[in-house]
């Protein structure tokens, strides 16, 4: 650290600049909070807004693992989904529960769960460790289907999204939902956006580049890994609880399947690695892409995948 | 245990070997293009999907069996060629993950373009292999599978044969050791690439023909890759001797675990059965078991 502290001392303050993200950050905050549940639609705030919020914060927790930490994960949607039946059986099971701790225990269970499946990571590398992924996408999603306590024995499996509330204020109408959203996604981001650029940041940029040389320069490699799991899995556990309780209103396995997954990769894959600002772009494009072309919306980014791959 | 007892396991166990050979005829399309380019191709079930309904729709317009055939293999050669050309060819030198995430989505593009072409409903498939059981000892056999492990045989041993007789399979081989050094001496890698990507594209016609022909000619059937991914990483990316040992473990055990291991855990463990098998091979030789390993520097 001693390091950046030189390099602090060097750079002298880019007031210019600092005034700049200042501005951007009050703009984004009149958007989010003033103009948006002023005068958005019904429509763009429940098909376009909510759906936009989730996967953007599973994909910048995927980001974190695949982009900053090097470690390809194809198990993303079954993260979401223990976050989403966590929160369902944490809010069914203990009564009373605030929704903020609901929502934290929630991403403890898929961080837990992470690790888990993390494990692997510490010996193996690249597809190898990617196809181990997948091991936790179809087991996740079987044991969902298979043990009727984790959907409170609901015959149909599907089941409906508890009453959200914070302190006595009702957030079930769209506004509420959305601004559970982006409270959420805004405070999660902000902190992964000091996270990627702290000491740990730059370990998980280090094991990301080269492994051996990470170690070899003291790099605590395999804590690393797993914090990265432990984070990642976290942040994408709170997404499927955004995905399920805000935009779906409902929770079910189906929804939580490995297309999901992939849908994931690509927005990263196009937003670009190792870049938060991305996820937010891409899932914006590809929603509207996909409002002139249903049911292409695989192909689509597919397609710009590739293109994004050429150029 | 008594001896029915026995004959069942033992049952279970050749069922499970020969739906082993079935996994193993994909895991093949994936070595082949891994070894030679390091390109995990994730289109490989979107390739056999796309053979099996081209060949299927062309069959069903009357066009006779031999020479459907013959118009499906051109086209899969084209294809083959077609995605090396447009998509791989533009990524050389990239990371293996980017080379990865271009052919996840050329599989959705080919599932797309298949779904257009030939429209979306399920096909029956029918080779003119017909599927009684016949009995050896007391153990009932399924003819189609055997015949089936028959073809991904001879196929394998045609593709050894090629490899180690031909010149263009000395030079596959040598692209396989070290790209460097073959680039080197003077192979030409965008043809040896072309030309993998044609055998591949062999391979899925294969795979698809008699996938096809067991599972009906569908979209699901795209899903086999998800089926091969396992026995891969058990047997390693690189070895198509892997492929099939891989193959034949995971097929047999996964027979097993479903009929003795399912009742447990309330069945319907096939899913990922076969994962957890893999990621325990693969904690103890983490390159699966016929991989090279690798030496790793600064």
Known sequence: ?311 | MSYYDFLFVIEVLVGGLLSGVMYSLVAIGFVLIYKTSGVLNFAQGSMVLFAALTFVSLVERGIPFALSLLITFAVMVALGFTIERTVLRPLVNRSPMTLFMATLGLSYIIEGAAQLIWGTQVHGLDLGIDDTPFEVGGILISSFDLLAAAIAAAMVAGLSAFFYWTRIGLAFRAVADDQFAALAVGLRLPRIWGTVWTAAGFVALVAGLLWGARLGVRFSLSLIVLKALPVLVLGAFDSILGAIVGGLIIGASEKLAEVYLGPFVGGGIEGWFAYALALVVLLVRPSGLFGQKTVERV
């Not at chain 1, 609901?102 to 898929?110: K, P, R």
């Not at chain 1, 009702?170 to 506004?175: F, I, Q, Y």
């Open chain 1, 1 to 311: 650290m001693a390091v950046q502290a030189l390099d602090a001392a060097r750079l002298p303050v880019d007031w210019a600049k600092l005034v700049q993200k200042l501005a951007l950050a009050t703009a984004l905050f009149v958007v989010a909070y003033g103009v948006v549940p002023a005068y958005a639609s019904g429509y763009l705030v429940e098909a376009i807004l909510l759906p936009f919020l989730a996967l953007s914060l599973a994909a910048v927790g995927l980001n974190l693992l695949t982009g900053y930490c090097g470690q390809l994960s194809l198990g993303s949607s079954a993260f979401m989904a223990v976050g989403a039946f966590g929160a369902y059986n944490f809010n069914l099971r203990v009564e009373g529960l605030p929704l903020a701790v609901t929502m934290i225990l929630a991403g403890i269970s898929a961080a837990g769960f992470g690790v888990v499946f993390g494990l692997p990571s510490l010996r193996l590398r690249g597809f190898y460790l990617a196809v181990s992924t997948l091991a936790a996408q179809f087991f996740v999603q079987w044991a969902l289907t298979k043990f009727g306590w984790f959907s409170n024995d609901n015959p149909s499996g599907v089941i409906s999204a508890p009453h959200l509330a914070v302190a006595g204020l009702s957030l079930d109408s769209a506004t509420g939902r959305y601004l559970l959203s982006v409270t959420t996604v805004m405070v999660l981001t902000a902190l992964v956006w000091r996270l990627v650029n702290s000491a740990t940041g730059r370990n998980f940029i280090a094991v990301r580049d080269n492994e051996t040389a990470a170690r070899v320069i003291g790099v605590p490699v395999l804590r690393t890994k797993l914090l990265a799991f432990a984070i990642s899995s976290f942040i994408i556990g709170i997404a499927g609880v955004l995905w399920a309780f805000t935009y779906l209103r409902t929770v079910e396995p189906a929804g939580f399947n490995l297309d999901r997954s992939f849908q994931i990769l690509f927005i990263i894959i196009i937003g670009g690695l190792a870049s938060i600002r991305g996820a937010f772009w891409v899932r914006r494009s590809s929603l509207s892409s996909r409002s002139f072309c249903p049911g292409s919306a695989h192909s689509c980014s597919a397609a710009c995948s590739i293109r994004a791959f050429s150029t």
